[in-house]
């Protein structure tokens, strides 16, 4: 089916410290990926996207790593700082309709 | 930087009653979305749009739901007859050219039918 799932609810690191958020998706005919960052009482704040054509991409302090042969998708974060403590989401586009399918949900906690 | 607004911020309602969520996309936008967030939960696709017309809707979006582009600005999300499980922040999102392409959500408007 199409759904999109996240290993771990939540996470908690030291502020400083490098960030992996982890997620499974289920559609291998998906082709594009976004992490989106949302904080309390906001909307999904656009993070990275990757698209299938790719395995990896790097942004300011974060990276998305696509692993198409196991269906995984992780969003690394450089130097955790208190001001990335949100709840980080993955979605992907399962078809060319152009809706997003969202997994769960990780929590980051960062601790000053 | 442009972004999407979407008002009110906050809506309560009572049950069976008819509400209008309203959101201003980014200006040169052409795809537009409605999502809804349950608390605690993960954001739930409801409706895509372009063209003025539905492009695609999932199975939550019903009879009770509709959406319109009444002018050139707003994209309107109409729930006639609210129920108590359409209590959730409801987000609007827009992009470019839809496929592939970076989709920018608003803040969100919490509704809470009583």
């Known amino acids: 089916g199409e759904s999109v799932g996240l290993h771990l609810p939540t996470l908690s690191v030291q502020e400083g410290d490098n960030s992996i958020i982890n997620c499974a998706y289920s559609?291998?005919?998906?082709?594009?990926f976004i992490w989106y960052k949302q904080e309390s009482g906001k909307g999904p704040q656009f993070i990275i996207d990757?698209?299938?054509?790719?395995d990896k991409r790097q942004g300011q302090r974060v990276t998305v790593l696509l692993n198409k042969t196991v269906k995984h998708l992780s969003l690394q974060i450089a130097a955790t700082q208190p001001g990335d403590s949100a709840v980080y989401f993955c979605?992907?586009?399962?078809?060319?309709?152009?809706?997003?399918?969202f997994g769960q949900g990780t929590e980051l906690s960062v601790k000053p | 930087e442009p972004e999407v607004t979407q008002t009110p911020s906050h809506q309560v309602t009572q049950m069976g009653q008819e509400v209008i969520l309203r959101c201003v996309p980014i200006?040169?936008?052409?795809?537009f979305y409605w999502y809804r967030q349950i608390l605690g939960q993960k954001v739930e696709f409801l409706v895509s749009?372009?063209?003025?017309?539905?492009?695609?809707k999932s199975e939550i979006f019903d009879d009770q739901f509709s959406v319109e582009r009444p002018d050139g600005s707003n994209f309107t999300l109409k729930i006639r007859s609210t129920k108590l499980e359409d209590s959730a922040m409801y987000f609007c999102?827009?992009?470019?050219?839809?496929?592939?392409?970076?989709?920018?959500f608003g803040p969100g408007t919490r509704l809470l039918v009583l």
């Open positions: 979605a992907e586009t399962p078809d060319q309709g152009g809706k997003l399918i």
């Open positions: 200006s040169n936008h052409l795809y």
């Open positions: 990757i698209r299938s054509n790719m």
């Open positions: 749009f372009y063209n003025n017309e539905i492009s695609e």
């Open positions: 999102a827009s992009t470019t050219s839809g496929f592939q392409e970076t989709q920018y």
């Open positions: 559609n291998s005919a998906s082709d594009y």
